[in-house]
Nanobody
Framework: QLQLVESGGDLVQPGGSLRLSCAVS???????????LAWFHQAPGKDREGVAC????????TYAESVKDRFTVSRDNAGSMVYLQMNSLKPEDTGVYYC?????????????????WGQGTQVTVSS
């Protein structure tokens, strides 16, 4: 059984920074660098939206327009981890952040393309 566990969510003031982490554990059919990873954001009362994703080797990254130049996604294939560095945070970034894994190397920002999900970590941006 594959598990994804997010951490790093917190209450932060506007303009602040957070780094989210996601640890992937369990049985994978292929090596970790074969799988695409992504972060999704679900604001209160809204649908889940993709904010950042990257290919298995980390060579391809895609960001939602709302987070470009503020968020950076990265992965540590040796440690089976994925990260989301969040800078210049805004109140609209508030919500639950989920990491997700796809059985394919790169699947973009659509949630239907991801096969495994974490339980989420809460980020609140407020003064």
């Amino acid at each position: 059984q594959l598990q994804l566990v997010e951490s790093g969510g917190d209450l932060v003031q506007p303009g602040g920074s957070l780094r989210l982490s996601c640890a992937v554990s369990g049985s994978l059919r292929f090596t970790f660098d074969s799988y695409g990873l992504a972060w999704f954001h679900q604001a209160p009362g809204k649908d889940r939206e993709g904010v950042a994703c990257l290919s298995g080797d980390g060579g391809i990254t895609t960001y939602a327009e709302s987070v470009k130049d503020r968020f950076t996604v990265s992965r540590d294939n040796a440690g089976s981890m994925v990260y989301l560095q969040m800078n210049s945070l805004k109140p609209e970034d508030t919500g639950v952040y989920y990491c997700a894994l796809s059985n394919y190397s790169y699947r973009g920002l659509k949630s239907v393309n991801y096969d495994y999900w974490g339980q989420g970590t809460q980020v609140t941006v407020s003064s």
